[in-house]
């Protein structure tokens, strides 16, 4: 998580702080949705047979009324199936806490039109 800190470049997101490093827009898939803006680190893919997992990184236009304000995921996607599910998580809070799930979610299906759909493509489809 730290080495994917350290690569984000001048972003102050939600007062949450600025990093900087000598990373590339490159480096980085950033989408927003109606919610979220997101991000998929393309540095962090690593495909394995029929599956590849990256981190991806979330963070609320709004926090929610628990004050959380995004998280960090590192989630498998199942290319032949279309399927998702995250390995593990960090939330972070508006106050600066953070909260660490490693618990395996199960696989759940990738909607079509989604942010999560163009990531899924982005992992399956890189050489």
Do not use: H
């Not at 900087?20 to 109606?34: E, N, V």
């Not at 304000?69 to 599910?85: L, N």
């Not at 199960?106 to 163009?118: A, G, K, S």
């Amino acid at each position: 998580m730290q080495r994917l800190i350290g690569k984000i470049f001048s972003v102050t997101i939600l007062g949450l702080g600025t990093f900087s490093s000598s990373a590339s827009a490159s480096d980085f898939m950033m989408l927003q949705g109606d919610k979220a803006k997101s991000l998929l680190d393309r540095d962090s893919i690593v495909r394995t047979g029929t599956t590849a997992k990256a981190t991806v990184i979330s963070v609320y236009l709004n926090t929610s009324s628990e004050g959380e304000a995004g998280y960090s995921a590192t989630r498998e996607f199942s290319c032949t199936t279309r399927r998702v599910r995250d390995l593990k998580t960090t939330y972070f809070f508006k106050n600066g806490s953070t909260r660490q799930d490693f618990k395996v979610e199960p696989w759940r299906n990738v909607l079509p039109n989604t942010i999560l759909e163009t990531f899924l493509d982005m992992v399956c489809n890189r050489p």
